[in-house]
């Protein structure tokens, strides 16, 4: 996809964000990032942008009196960068129906377990708490509801008898920073087809 500009959101510390900055840097994406967008201020994900030279804007939540004004200023900034591919990098809201449907198809999510397992905002805790032995991250494209589009790439790892939330999300965490930059990349590259829930990729 020649001429492809990411536009990522996030809501914390952009650790996520900083492997697609390292990927882009690197010449592995071959796309620029037009904007970082937060909906918080003052969290690592804009200093991280801003240490990469790339703009970064929070759009506060608490400034707007609801979800549809947030959403269509969101909406604003992404189409005023020429944003081409939306990228969900710990963004903890759901997108309503009118921001999916704005960037149909170009949206992309990573969540941190094996979809559709564990979907929420406590993946790590509700999976400890279950007792499973695998777990993982899932990137997915993004529809209406809660982690629910279709998956396009997962990758599992153990879960030990000593884990605790912290220790099993830092081992997801380094295979998220992997998997994740190597979707976009064999995106851009037009390698990811979709077909009603199914994606399938090319070699």
């Known amino acids: 996809?020649?001429?492809?500009?990411?536009?990522?959101?996030?809501?914390?510390?952009?650790?996520?964000?900083?492997?697609i900055i390292d990927a882009v840097e690197a010449g592995q994406i071959k796309a620029k990032i037009g904007v970082v967008l937060t909906d918080k201020p003052n969290v690592m994900a804009l200093?991280?942008?801003?240490?990469?030279?790339?703009?970064?804007?929070?759009?506060?939540?608490?400034?707007y009196d609801d979800r549809d004004a947030f959403e269509r200023e969101l909406v604003k900034q992404l189409k005023e960068h020429g944003v081409?591919?939306?990228?969900?990098?710990?963004f903890m809201r759901i997108l309503s129906p009118y921001f999916v449907n704005e960037f149909k198809n170009c949206?992309?999510?990573?969540?941190?377990s094996l979809l559709p397992s564990f979907g929420g905002a406590h993946a790590h805790r509700d999976v400890l708490a279950y007792g499973v032995?695998?777990?993982?991250?899932?990137v997915h494209f993004v529809d209406e509801g809660m982690d629910?589009?279709?998956?396009i790439m997962q990758k599992a790892v153990p879960v030990l008898d000593d884990d605790t939330e912290e220790t099993l999300s830092a081992?997801?965490?380094?295979?998220?920073?992997?998997?994740?930059p190597k979707v976009i990349e064999l995106y851009l590259a037009g390698k990811i087809h979709v077909n009603g829930r199914h994606v399938t990729i090319d070699d």
Do not use: F, W
């Open 107 to 112: 949206i992309m999510n990573i969540h941190p």
């Open 148 to 151: 629910s589009g279709p998956i």
């Open 1 to 19: 996809m020649n001429n492809a500009v990411l536009g990522v959101l996030a809501s914390g510390r952009g650790s996520d964000l900083q492997s």
């Open 133 to 138: 032995k695998v777990s993982g991250c899932t």
């Open 171 to 180: 081992r997801v965490l380094e295979q998220e920073h992997i998997i994740y």
């Open 84 to 90: 081409t591919l939306v990228i969900l990098a710990g």
């Open 47 to 63: 200093q991280r942008a801003e240490k990469a030279g790339i703009p970064a804007i929070c759009v506060d939540r608490k400034k």
